[in-house]
């Protein structure tokens, strides 16, 4: 078996999971990261795309709200690629009237949330299709904020700080040492799922930063630790029908907030108490009140072209708490295991939300430092990610790019403006097992189309990069600069062709399974919200890939990924967790 030896194990690959592992290697650590599936698979790639001011909780959760409005000042300067500056506007509709208001600008000035009112006919001006009867408009630095993007570079930044992520790689147990009140964790056992071999992780102190998976990592160990998870349901639009980022202005409830994120516009969303963080259903009810308190927002939203639903769960965390998710505190929470459950060499880090992934990152590796006995100071609030010269997102970048440098031919995805050389890059440079992974990297498939027309090219190009002889690595290429995570998702920065798949990366070798295990996962989302356009739209797909391509006989047609069975879990409105 395959031994790693190391300082800080960290368990889980999302924003929190990805931001400890920067802080610690900042510090001057070793660090190993494993994450069962691929960056952001999990909660932080299922979110709505807010990047907080704090406004939503001034009333609510002071606590939350400072930490959002410090967090969200500081990643605009660490992460700025990563952020769209749309603003925020705190509307108060009709069914909103009240004392409210008055509260939520007394709150955010107490909080230090700077809150301008400003008249409704500007907040009109600037939004033609926001409700026209809205009474009062309060402005908030909120922004759009691209999940995938961030946590990618901030695992690249601890790459370069010497950290190590593994990614496919699910923890199985912890290892420890030591009786009943004086234990010890020393590390993980985890297996290599595309391989599928094990290897033992020696640490000396490991970090568990799984999310909602919280609760199961310390179980492990027999902690109880117990993550109160509350399902999300969001919905998107398939353009943009806002381009500032729209709450209402009253207590958080579901349906009340409307993100622009690239090119759609997403609106979320709900609070219900699950069991599993994993396997997550969608009823009609959750689609049908999404888009009704929509149209609160912006009348006509529920007739727009609904693109898909899907689902996140938050990690909340609140000590003895055994009310409703939505009145859980947003606030972060850091467990001492040593203090807390007589286990040393172990922490849990869960709650907060994305805004506060770096704080989360920060507050965990001070408490470590404590209990090894050093003095390192966190550097990543003064520490740009790789890629902040570019400036703050703006919507017509891709376009820009391929205009200016003539790539239409090239382009794979025409919703999202991928290019082919966007996917071999990407593929050939990041740990690439399905189609989804490159999602995930280049928001293949994400437009109206759900993978229509790009998923069969996507798939053809991963299969040439294979037939390709993989003598030289992707980082001995000297065919123009080294490729760069953080400029991933721009066209004109990946305009290199021939790139070469390292098949250290990427194992698998069937065209076939990369597209039904993308179209799978695809449906899933789509399920939810088969109507009218976009269900015109599936049924073209359909003819695509199984009335012309035979797609679910071709062979071999009992291969695997180590993400098939979680795809065939049935999304359909009203099917019950057990199908």
């Not at 769209?84 to 107490?110: L, N």
């Not at 998976?213 to 349901?233: N, Y």
């Not at 065209?511 to 356009?533: A, I, M, S, Y």
Request: charged letters at 25%; a negative charge; glycine letters at 8%.
């Amino acid at each position: 078996m395959k031994t790693l030896s190391t300082d800080i194990l960290v368990i889980g690959g999302g924003s929190t999971g990805a931001g400890v592992a920067w802080d610690a290697a900042l510090r001057g650590f070793r660090v190993v990261l494993v994450e069962k599936r691929d960056l952001t698979h999990g909660t932080t790639g299922r979110y709505h795309g807010l990047l907080h001011s704090g406004g939503r909780y001034a009333v609510k959760d002071p606590q939350s709200a400072i930490e959002c409005i410090e967090e969200n000042r500081i990643l605009r300067r660490t992460h700025t690629h990563c952020i769209e500056d749309t603003s925020g506007y705190f509307v108060v509709t009709p069914e909103d009237e009240g004392d409210y208001p008055d509260r939520f600008k007394a709150a955010c000035a107490k909080v230090g949330i700077p809150c301008e009112e400003i008249p409704v006919k500007e907040a009109l001006r600037r939004e033609p299709l926001l409700n026209p009867r809205i009474s009062r408009v309060f402005e908030v630095p909120d922004g759009s904020a691209d999940s995938f993007l961030a946590t990618h570079v901030t695992a690249q930044a601890a790459r370069q700080a010497g950290a190590q992520i593994l990614i496919y790689h699910e923890v199985i147990d912890l290892l420890t040492e030591g009786g009943d009140g004086d234990r010890r964790v020393t590390g993980a056992l985890v297996r290599d799922m595309v391989r599928g071999e094990d290897v033992r992780i020696e640490a000396t102190m490991t970090i568990n930063a799984s999310g909602a998976w919280a609760g199961k990592i310390a179980a492990l160990a027999d902690i109880p630790v117990r993550v109160i998870p509350g399902k999300g349901v969001m919905v998107a639009v398939n353009h943009r029908l806002v381009n500032t980022v729209i709450n209402r202005c009253k207590m958080p409830a579901d349906g009340d907030i409307l993100v622009p994120v690239h090119t759609v516009a997403i609106i979320g969303t709900t609070d219900e108490r699950v069991a599993d963080p994993e396997m997550l259903s969608i009823e009609p009810w959750e689609v049908e009140l999404m888009l009704a308190e929509g149209d609160k927002l912006a009348p006509g939203l529920s007739r727009s072209r609904i693109l898909r639903a899907w689902a996140g769960v938050r990690p909340l965390y609140q000590e003895g708490y055994a009310g409703e998710s939505r009145d859980a505190t947003r606030a972060l929470a850091l467990l001492d295991h040593r203090q807390r459950d007589g286990v040393s060499g172990f922490l849990t880090i869960t709650g907060g939300k994305w805004t506060t992934f770096r704080l989360m990152a920060e507050k965990t590796m001070d408490k470590a430092c404590e209990q090894l006995g050093v003095e390192r100071p966190c550097r990543t609030a003064d520490t740009p990610a790789p890629g902040v010269e570019q400036g703050y997102y703006w919507l017509g970048h891709r376009l820009h790019e391929v205009e200016e440098a003539k790539l239409q031919g090239d382009l794979v995805c025409e919703c999202e403006l991928v290019t082919r050389a966007m996917i071999e890059q990407a593929a050939a440079n990041n740990p690439t097992v399905t189609l989804d992974d490159l999602r995930r990297d280049v928001r293949l498939g994400m437009g109206p189309c759900q993978g229509g027309f790009c998923t069969f090219r996507a798939a053809g190009i991963l299969h040439e990069l294979r037939m390709r002889t993989p003598e030289k690595s992707p980082a001995s290429n000297d065919e123009g600069p080294a490729w760069e995570v953080a400029y991933m998702q721009s066209p004109r920065h990946n305009i290199n062709g021939a790139a070469t798949l390292n098949t250290a990366h990427s194992p698998l070798d069937n065209p076939n399974l990369l597209l039904r295990d993308f179209l799978q996962e695809r449906w899933r989302g789509l399920t939810p919200v088969l109507w009218g356009r976009q269900l015109k739209q599936e049924r073209l797909d359909e003819l695509i890939y199984l009335g012309v391509m035979n797609i679910d006989h071709l062979p071999p047609d009992n291969d695997a990924s180590p993400l098939t069975e979680f795809w065939q879990f049935d999304t359909t409105p009203g099917a019950s967790s057990e199908s």
